[in-house]
């Protein structure tokens, strides 16, 4: 499965971004979608999940109430909603797959695909 993360760009505090996650030939079902963040000089943390089911999604303690993942069955596409956005939101943020979901999250060793990233800048 290869992963697209898009969406990124450069924007002030408290502006608001989408990003996209797909995986061109598949519908992504089956698999739980987490979004990963790498800021520079730190380890890359997880920012957000949803289950292959999407009954159950997961939020980092530094994005919850201004992140929301989604997905949208028809498009193929899982969505992270990025509001009220920070200058520490500012990292390359990648997008990965667990087939059937993991239990390991936010250990991203519970991913099974990853995708490349894409650049979020928030800054003034």
């Known amino acids: 499965v290869q992963l697209q993360a898009s969406g990124g760009g450069f924007v002030q505090p408290g502006g608001s971004l989408r990003l996209s996650c797909v995986a061109p030939?598949?519908?992504?079902?089956?698999?739980?979608i987490g979004w990963f963040r790498q800021a520079p000089g730190k380890e890359r943390e997880g920012v957000s999940y949803?289950?292959?089911?999407?009954?159950?999604?997961v939020y980092a303690d530094s994005v919850k109430g201004r992140f929301t993942i989604s997905r949208d069955i028809a498009k193929y596409t899982v969505y992270l909603q990025m509001n009220m956005l920070r200058p520490e939101d500012t990292g390359v943020y990648y997008c990965?797959?667990?087939?059937?979901?993991?239990?390991?999250?936010?250990?991203?060793?519970?991913?099974?695909?990853w995708g490349k990233g894409t650049q979020v800048t928030v800054s003034s």
């Open positions: 990965a797959a667990a087939f059937g979901g993991t239990r390991q999250w936010p250990n991203e060793r519970g991913m099974d695909f």
């Open positions: 030939g598949s519908t992504l079902q089956d698999y739980a």
């Open positions: 949803i289950s292959e089911d999407d009954a159950t999604t």
